[in-house]
């Protein structure tokens, strides 16, 4: 039986002994004992891949070649360091990682660590002489910021040209701004300045690459090895080994934002819901964090390369403080200075919550819930499962009609909870199919006879609903229970992950510390044999937003495990004729919704601009493209303007609790505002309303033949 089935019945301190076993009961036949602590790491690391990840892979010449070129790119993604000289001298390399790595061998590594390091050294003296000179913006030139295409620089005249060109652009939007906004300042005051203020970051952003440790950067070299295996493999080193993703939650002060260190930068994954940087709305999952400003200084840190908990550090602090973000939108690209008032950030606003909806003379249910969680308090185990049943209980004492379930960027959790919800919905069955490692598969079911809502039911998806989301969406789309709206597929992460204490492993340890490794165990299939990877969940009705044609699935990672499928499992289906008719009359809507042509055409103006990686070095032309990429966004303005004719209203319960908490009412008042906006809580709305008439139109047509 595996872990998460033993989750149900069992208590705190035995789940955590569960674990611990479970993570390591595959690995005990074997221990490590070499005194080189890097070596050890090689082999823990090989070992533990080829004996328990779900598709080990071949240490061959093409993984070699693999390794080669993402661990290159993660060392210098700018090709500002090394040059194409180096890079030869490397490439005899290539094919001899695998051999390497089976002989625990460290001589590609120390090689390129050893280079590495001189070349950043050098880089200090070039960057201090180039903004030691003013830029020419009068110069008619362009910068490209497709790195992929570039080679490396062929000699130091090529080195030097990178870096100033590199430098303007960094330079470039600040020097902008201040022609815009400072009239006091001449010209060249201002260029002096941005230059200068260019300058302070950098040798901010060296003092934190000074600060990594020869350990740091074999962590980049084991990763770029582990994650060849697949994107959700990762090797953790020990000071943040007990973390997946360092996030910012829970009742602390902050500004409320969960970010995950990755190869581009530091990245927001997500936003806590009623926390200062969800109130205020500029922030987005997917920007990409650049500087960091306390309000009562004038020069902004640059955290691109700093450690995570270093740049973490920088963004929290005292609530009713204010901290100036600087951030590279997901969307399009741009640059943005977003300040935010850090406050009081609460936890509960990552559970379910559910609201009544009157629309048409009927009263509906929506239930949005942010992840699948699974908590321990006092021996008391709260879950996303039993909090959907008492919002549906709750809604039900209100007479809806119909029900929508909002999984819109929810990114998963615990699975026993997934088999819990869909058994609210269906009378007995199975979910899902795990298939392990050991290639075993495992089929978990609804055992509870028992049905909480047979009503209609409405499904909300988009690209970010990833693992646990998707499960749940393609169990109620298998069984015909309940209708899919929402992007044209889910994210499609169809995988498990595991993560073991490499520690214990390890005999007679005296080297420190080796860390953790997360990996891919098992694979996640529907009931109907095809799996969840890749293809995710294609909607019933697809409706475009604005992540329509960004790269932000797992189809879109480094080395994803392919989509496949095994043999189905028997379950009956719910299915009327009323989803048939109901979809068709939903998708002859979506064709005539101005609204969502707008979304459509914005969001293929945002790829348009996301793909430019041409940017103009000369100030007017600089100017120019600015103001005439402001001009075309004025003809989406009206997004933000859409307003439904849906009336949202919350349950009497919180209605009490509003007296005491003000906060909780502000959240309530915020949630049903975007939610009257919504274009796509209201097509869904559209659809509870068509099956429950459909479904009232064929009883009475039975009645009649009756009589």
């Keep these: 039986m595996m872990l998460y089935r033993l989750m149900k019945k069992s208590n705190p301190l035995l789940i955590i002994i569960l674990v611990l076993a479970f993570v390591s009961c595959s690995f005990t036949s074997q221990s490590f004992n070499d005194p080189n602590k890097d070596k050890v790491l090689l082999q823990l690391i090989t070992y533990v891949l080829s004996e328990g990840h779900f598709s080990p892979k071949d240490l061959n010449d093409d993984f070699s070649k693999q390794v080669f070129d993402e661990y290159i790119k993660r060392l210098d993604p700018f090709k500002r360091y090394f040059y194409h000289s180096d890079i030869k001298e490397f490439k005899k390399y290539e ?43 009068e110069r008619d030139e362009t910068y490209n910021a497709d790195f992929d295409a570039l080679d490396f620089p062929r000699n130091k005249k090529a080195m030097k040209d990178r870096w100033r060109t590199q430098l303007k652009f960094s330079t470039i939007s600040s020097y902008y701004d201040l022609v815009q906004t400072d009239s006091l300042k001449t010209i060249e005051e201002i ?55 360092v996030q910012m939650s829970g009742s602390f002060e ?25 109130r205020q709305g500029k922030l987005e999952s997917g920007d990409q964090i650049v500087k960091v400003r306390q309000s009562d200084e004038e020069e902004s840190v640059n955290v691109v390369g700093m450690r995570l908990e270093d740049a973490i ?101 615990s699975l026993q909870t997934v088999v819990d919800i869909a058994g609210l919905f269906i009378k007995t069955g199975p979910v899902v199919q795990v298939k392990s490692s050991n290639r075993k598969t495992e089929v978990l079911r609804d055992r509870d006879r028992s049905i909480l809502w047979d009503g209609p039911l409405v499904i909300l998806v988009n690209e970010l609903s990833a693992s646990a989301s998707e499960i749940l969406a393609a169990a109620m789309q298998d069984y015909k229970r309940g209708i899919v709206i929402g992007s044209k597929q889910t994210y499609g992460k169809g995988t498990v992950q595991n993560i073991i204490d490499l520690n214990r492993m390890v005999k007679n340890s005296s080297g420190g510390d080796v860390g953790a490794l997360k990996y891919t165990h098992s694979k996640f299939y529907r009931i109907n044999g095809g799996s969840t990877q890749l293809e995710g969940v294609k909607s019933d009705v697809v409706v475009p937003d604005r992540y329509s044609y960004v790269d932000v699935g797992e189809k ?150 009756e009589k």
């Excluded at 280079?115 to 003013?134: G, V």
């Excluded at 440790?213 to 994107?231: A, C, H, K, L, Q």
């Excluded at 902050?254 to 969800?278: C, D, F």
């Excluded at 049943?389 to 379930?405: D, H």
């Design 556 to 705: 879109d990672q480094i080395n994803p495990l392919p989509w496949d499928k095994i043999d189905p499992v028997s379950y009956d289906l719910w299915y009327s004729n009323t989803f048939d008719k109901a979809i068709a009359m939903s998708k002859l809507r979506m064709e005539k919704n101005a609204q969502l042509k707008l979304i459509d055409d914005n969001a293929k103006w945002l790829k348009e601009i996301r793909d430019d990686n041409m940017y103009h070095l000369n100030f007017e032309a600089y100017k120019k493209n600015i103001e005439t990429r402001e001009q075309e966004a004025k003809q989406f303005e009206a997004i933000s303007d859409y307003k439904t004719a849906l009336s949202f209203k919350s349950l009497p319960y919180e209605l009490s609790q509003f007296q005491k908490d003000t906060i909780l009412k502000e959240k309530r008042d915020r949630w049903h505002t975007n939610l009257s906006k919504d274009v796509y809580v209201e097509e869904a709305l559209h659809v509870l309303k068509d099956l429950g008439d459909i479904s009232s139109t064929q009883s009475n047509l039975s009645v009649i033949q």
């Design 313 to 413: 550090k920088l963004i929290k602090g005292p609530k009713d403080t204010d901290v100036i973000l600087t951030v590279k939108k997901k969307l399009d690209g741009s640059f943005q200075d977003v300040s935010i008032t850090r406050g009081i950030v609460e936890i509960d606003e990552t559970f379910a919550k559910s609201t009544k909806v009157e629309y048409d003379g009927n009263t509906y249910g929506l239930i949005n819930l942010p992840k699948f969680y699974i908590e321990f308090k006092d021996a008391q185990q709260r879950n996303a499962a039993s909090d959907i049943k008492l919002e549906i209980e709750r809604l039900k004492t209100e007479n809806i009609q119909g029900l929508v379930l909002d999984l819109r960027n929810n990114g998963g959790g």
């Design 254 to 278: 902050g500004i409320g934002a969960r970010l995950v260190k990755r190869t581009e930068g530091i990245i927001i994954t997500e936003l806590i819901s009623g926390g200062p940087a969800w």
């Design 95 to 137: 094919t001899a990682i695998d051999d390497q790595l089976k002989a625990f061998d460290l001589t590609f590594f120390n090689e390129t660590h050893a280079k590495l390091l001189e070349r950043i050294d050098e880089s200090k003296q070039l960057y201090k002489a180039i903004l030691s000179e003013p830029f020419n913006y």
């Design 191 to 245: 260029e002096k300045e941005t230059r200068e203020s260019t300058m302070k970051t950098l040798d901010d952003s060296y003092g934190y690459i000074d600060d990594r440790t020869r350990n740091d950067w074999f962590s980049v070299y084991i990763n770029s090895i582990v994650e060849g295996f697949d994107p959700h493999t990762f090797y953790f080193a020990p000071e943040d080994k007990e973390r997946f993703d």
